[in-house]
Every structure is written in C-alpha cells, then in structure tokens.
C-alpha cells in the first residue's frame, strides 16, 4: 500500500471518529469573524483568537478548503486574509487591491442569485465596502493580516456553516476534464490538478508544502501538466491531505512532539488486516510511549517494563489484550525541501514487527550502569547526547537521524556515521563518563555482531560468549582494545587520587589519541602513571589500583596497536566507561576515593 492509499484510508477512520473536515472544507487557522446585519452593515468583529502563554494565538475552524496559491492571485471562499477580505494589510502590498477585487468579484457571482438572508447580507456587505472603512469602529489593526469569517446578527454558526452556503459549495465540487484512473482509488474520476497543501511539518514554509507538485518540466513527462502526471481524483485528494494535515497538528496524538532530526513523524494504525478499532488506537498509543517515552516515572516504568516482555520474546497480546500483531501499521517521515516536502522515510508492516524491533534497539543499546535511569531514551534524546555540537537539536545531522529511525524500525544495522559521530563527539571534548556515547557504540557493535553472527549450529559458527560486546565490566573479555580502555581509566583515577583537581586531565588531553593511536600515547601515560603510584605509596593508598593496573597490563601484549580502527575505538570507549564505573569494588578502594572527592570539593571552597 502507498503512502497516498494508507493515508486515504485512514481518512475513514478519522471520519469515523468525527476528527475528519467533511468533503471541501479544511482546518485553518481564524482570528476574528465580522459580524453583519442583513442590510450588509458590519456590526461587530468578534474576537476568535485563544489565550497561549502570553499571546493570543488564533483558532482551527473548519471552513472552506484553501485555494493553493502560488504566484497568482486567488480567492478562498467566505474566508480569507484581510487583504482578500477587505482590502487593507499592515505591509500595503501593491497586490492589496487586485486581492481584494478578486474575493470580491468572486463572491458576487456565486451569490448573484442567493435568497438566503445570511448570504444576501454577504453580498450586499461586498457592494457597499471600502477599504478606508476599516479606519472606522469596530475594525482594529489586530485584524490586520488575520484570517477572517462572517457571522449574521442572531446567529451564531458562522456564513459558511448555514445550509445554504453548504449547498452552494457542494455544486462546486464536480470538476471539469477528462476522466482518468485514479491512481490512489483505482475509480475512474476527474484528476485534480494542484495537489492539497499540507502543513505543519518543522521547517516548512507556514503556508505550507506540497507532497506531491509538478512546477517544473523536469518533473513532468509526455507533455502533461501538473497532476494530470500522476493523476489523482479530486475526493482522494481531498482525504489524503484531510488526513495527513490532521495528524501533523501540534495536538495530534499521532505525531511525535519533537520529531527525529529535522524530519517530523507522523504514525498510524489501519484496519486492513484486523478490523478493530481498539486494536489500531492500542498499537498507536504503545509507538507514541516507545519512541517517545513519558517523564512521568510510573509511566516510564511501565513502557520499560512492557519493552522487556518484548524483549523475553513475548508476544504483544501479553502487554495489552487489546494489541493485536498482526495490525497494519505505518510510519512517515517528512522533512521540509523549498516549497515541497521529502520523505525521509516511510515503513509499513504489522504492528508485531514494529514492537520487536523497539525492543531489539533498547537491548541493543543496555548497558550498566544505565546512564538514563528509569525512562528509556527517545531517539531524538539519543542523537541529541551523542551527535550534537552542545546539545542543540539544531545540531543534529539531518540525515543521520533518518537513517538511525529508519535503523531502528526497520531492525537492520545501525549507519557507521553513527559510530563515527559518537567517537568524534569524544574527541571534540563530550564526556566519556556520562556513558550516552558508549551505549550508542555498544550498540552500533552489538547489532552488527548479532545481524553477521553465522548459524549458531553451523560447526564454523563463532564463540559468542567470547565475541559479544559486554553490557557491564568484563576482566577477562579478550579484546585489546577494550583493555587499552579499561586502563586509560586506571591511569585517569590514579592522576585523580594523586593530584586532586587539575586543570587538564589525561582524559582532557590525551583520550582521543589514546583511543587511535595507543602506540604512540601509553607509553606516555606510564611514566606519568608511575609518578602518581610513587605518591599515592608514600601516603600507603592506592594499593587496589596497583592491582587493577597490574591486573590489565597482563592481559595485553607487549607491542601496544600502532592504530586502531573506528570499531575497535569504539570498544575503547566501551572498556573505558566500564571500568570507570566498576572498578571500584573494594571497601578500601570507595574509601580511598571518597576521601579523594572530599579534599576536592574542601579545595573548591
């Protein structure tokens, strides 16, 4: 199924649950309405806009579907910008004028025969307006620029909700052209020729963006124009924009809040395969909490706990009896590109699939101790900790987070520019010791062991015990590099326990080069390391690292790596991390260092 198709058929349930606009009508955003008698005299304007913070924001009303306007100059009906509607603008843009002639002509011929009271008084407000009667009560320069609405006196559904003007927009709908196959439906209809707008996706232009466009010749093919190149009836349209333009509202519960990069990320659930509804809201609500686990503690326990079941090979059913595996479920990334929008990524498979592939990211990415406590990562959070120069989501390589999402749904190897923009990240100066960075590496690893690993029957199938990437400290875990790790984080507490509180530490100056070119850097750190031994013996302390260090050193080879390759500094990191937290598991070896953190912060006093 296309994303078209899915998002058309999604429209019926939006429709179902009275989320859907009706046929011709759009979500926009109104400021005000002007209230007018029957005789066309503007009464009031009443003030629709709701309080958001310290602004006044305007609300999402139902009226009649937006025109797509490019360069040329088109009217909506019974709504529209003040410069449409009234002919004033706080720019006093030189098109003003032709603006508002254009709303105004437009409506005098659909309502030259209308006997409804609300939409003669329309009409007859047209034929007595001019722009310099705004300079008047009960007009205001707020209005100015604002979408605007009509409203009869007495009543106080708004012009284009009255029944008449219903049926009048109706016997606009037919289109005229010739009837063609309707690539979404397969129905034979008339194909509109400017696809719907749709908006809301971060970075796109705010009147928003075209998912499918043909401006250009290169886009085009055997001399057709606009959507005649891939045709699509006038009713699919409507409810594929109707459809994705409602998920991309801020308050939609199928929209991630923050998004992944700068792709924003809509999801939902079908009926195809299991025709219940419960079981499609039930998969939507689990995605939402799994991509983006809630800050509420209890709730953040839960989806952990709901992940593991997963993990332990569980099926969904066991979570929530109202998740059915086999529902149909899709993901759509989209990402803002000039006046169109680029998908970044669209998945499609059961809902079963999905589920497992979370928790295969979230084993993957284990690790003691956990540096994210009881809520589980959002991916964004992860590429934001580990990729982003200061933590800026602004910051986060666009196109690596699309390829992370579509990693971790799809369940196939993580990108390798993710490993390279964790391990540079460290060498930039982000701290080794919060461990986001190695939880990511060790996860990149991990995946990669597990998607290669051959036949586990097979004779010629590797040891795993001695290959896996360890999720907590390992002593006898055979990998040089992940020792070399281990004791770069010896040497960096020694330098802590002798010295206190340095202005640049071994980890400031030396950590990037030791992870590459450990050859060059150790023998370095040793002699550096001895001095800091010698004066921890004088003051009889530090008798636990000796061993540790002793312990290491007899596990690596007498030549030291000249290099090493990006996945075996990932391992660096990885041991480097391990042993800064697990290291310490003497009573004389936490004594030691507690007494060390507290002449430390007596210092900074």
């Not at 040793?526 to 004066?535: I, T």
Request: proline share 6%; charged share 25%; net charge negative.
């Amino acid at each position: 199924m296309t994303i078209l198709q899915s998002l058309d058929a999604y429209y019926e349930r939006m429709a179902a649950r009275g989320e859907a606009e009706p046929p011709g009508f759009s979500r926009e955003k109104i400021g005000f309405a002007i209230e007018i008698s029957e005789e066309g005299a503007p009464l009031a304007v009443i003030d629709l806009r709701a309080s958001s913070g310290k602004k006044l924001v305007p609300q999402l009303l139902s009226v009649p579907a937006a025109v797509k306007r490019t360069a040329g100059i088109l009217p909506n009906l019974f709504w529209d910008k003040s410069a449409y509607v009234l002919g004033r603008t706080a720019s006093g843009s030189n098109r003003t004028a032709l603006e508002h002639e254009a709303f105004r002509t437009a409506h005098l011929d659909l309502l030259a025969a209308a006997s409804d009271p609300g939409l003669v008084a329309l009409r007859r407000f047209l034929e007595g307006w001019t722009p310099e009667r705004f300079d008047a009560p009960p007009f205001h320069p707020d209005m100015l620029d604002a979408n605007l609405v009509f409203r009869l006196r007495g009543d106080m559904r708004l012009l284009h909700e009255r029944e008449a003007a219903r049926t009048l927009l109706d016997g606009r709908t037919g289109g005229d052209g010739a009837r063609v196959a309707c690539l979404v439906t397969g129905n034979t209809a008339v194909a509109r020729r400017l696809h719907p707008t749709i908006k809301g996706v971060n970075g796109a232009q705010s009147s928003g963006a075209a998912l499918v466009s043909f401006n250009l010749d290169a886009f085009t093919s055997y001399g057709k124009e606009q959507g005649d190149n891939a045709p699509t009836s006038e009713a699919a349209a409507f409810r594929y924009g109707a459809a994705l333009n409602g998920m991309l509202e801020r308050a939609s519960r199928n929209r991630l809040s923050r998004g992944i990069g700068d792709a924003t990320v809509v999801f939902w659930a079908d009926t195809s395969e299991v025709a219940d509804e419960a079981a499609a809201q039930a998969a939507e609500n689990f995605f939402a909490t799994a991509i983006e686990p809630p800050d509420d503690a209890d709730q953040a326990r839960n989806i952990r706990e709901q992940l593991e079941l997963v993990m332990e090979g569980r099926p969904v059913e066991a979570i929530d009896a109202r998740l059915h595996a086999r529902t149909r479920f899709h993901v759509l990334g989209l990402a803002p590109n000039a006046a169109r929008l680029s998908v970044r990524y669209w998945l499609s498979d059961d809902f079963g699939a999905f589920a497992q592939r979370l928790a295969a990211h979230y084993r993957d990415l284990t690790i003691e101790p956990t540096p994210w406590g009881e809520r589980p990562p959002s991916i964004s959070w992860l590429l934001l900790k580990t990729t982003a120069m200061l933590e800026k989501y602004d910051n986060i390589p666009p196109l690596l987070a699309g390829e992370v999402a579509r990693a971790v749904l799809e369940g196939t190897r993580y990108p390798r520019s993710l490993l390279a923009a964790a391990i540079m990240r460290l060498r930039a100066g982000d701290d080794p010791a919060t461990g986001w960075h190695a939880a990511v590496i060790r996860a990149v690893l991990a995946r990669d062991f597990r998607l290669k690993l051959p036949d586990p029957h097979a004779p010629e199938s590797h040891d795993r015990a001695k290959e896996e990437l360890p999720v907590s400290l390992h002593r006898e875990n055979a990998d040089p590099a992940y020792q070399l790790g281990r004791l770069f984080a010896a040497y960096e507490t020694a330098q802590r326990m002798a010295l206190g509180k340095v202005n640049a530490t071994i980890r400031d100056r030396y950590f990037g080069a030791a992870s590459a070119t450990p050859a060059s850097v150790f023998p370095i750190l040793m002699r550096g390391v001895q001095n800091h031994l010698g004066k921890l013996r004088k003051s009889g302390k530090g008798v636990w690292l000796e061993r540790e260090i002793e312990e290491i050193t007899n596990r690596l080879d007498d030549h030291l790596p000249r290099s090493l390759p990006l996945e075996a500094q990932g391992r660096f990191v990885l041991g480097y991390y391990h042993q800064r937290k697990g290291q310490f598991v003497s009573r004389e070896a936490e004594a030691e260092l507690a007494a060390a953190d507290a002449e430390e912060h007596d210092n900074d006093e």
